[in-house]
């Protein structure tokens, strides 16, 4: 039997002064960054959320809540290695990601790369199977007003171990 699933993420946070703006693991020049108990990385979370979501496994708040001192301040690419783990003791592995970051500004293309680089390597894919693209609301809404950032993402997640040759 084929045995893949997909599923979907959603993170927001709102900015906040006197704190790194960091997305897909990697820091972005800003004058801003997020607010959040970890590092606040909406698209690292979002794709935390696709994958847990796409195994049945609850959500980052279950696995992470804010309300363990353990993950202030913690990389979320620390908190996608640990999803993958879970996916694996599942039997489970990440198959591919697709994920787009609303935002006004900065702009996040010539970041992309570093970005693709830094989540494939915690996701055990390669890079060519990590999707990203950024867009804004035209100035409609809360993060059209520059209020924060969002970040939606899906993932394919399929039977087995994570390939050892990524």
Do not use: Q, W
């Amino acid at each position: 039997m084929d045995d893949r699933r997909v599923g979907f993420g959603f993170d927001a946070h709102r900015f906040a002064p006197d704190r790194p703006l960091i997305l897909g693991g990697v820091e972005i020049p800003h004058t801003v960054g997020l607010l959040g108990h970890s590092d606040a990385d909406v698209l690292t979370h979002a794709i935390c959320d696709a994958l847990l979501g796409a195994a049945a496994l609850g959500d980052i708040g279950t696995h992470f809540p804010d309300s363990d001192e353990a993950y202030r301040g913690v990389s979320s690419l620390a908190l996608l290695s640990d999803v993958v783990e879970k996916l694996a003791a599942a039997g489970y592995r990440p198959a591919n990601v697709d994920a787009t970051v609303v935002a006004e500004s900065p702009k996040l293309t010539p970041h992309f790369p570093k970005m693709k680089t830094r989540l494939a390597e915690r996701l055990g894919i390669a890079s060519d199977r990590v999707g990203l693209k950024a867009t804004t609301t035209e100035g409609m809404g809360a993060f059209g007003r520059g209020e924060g950032i969002a970040a939606m993402a899906i993932a394919l997640i399929e039977r087995g171990r994570p390939d050892p040759c990524t």
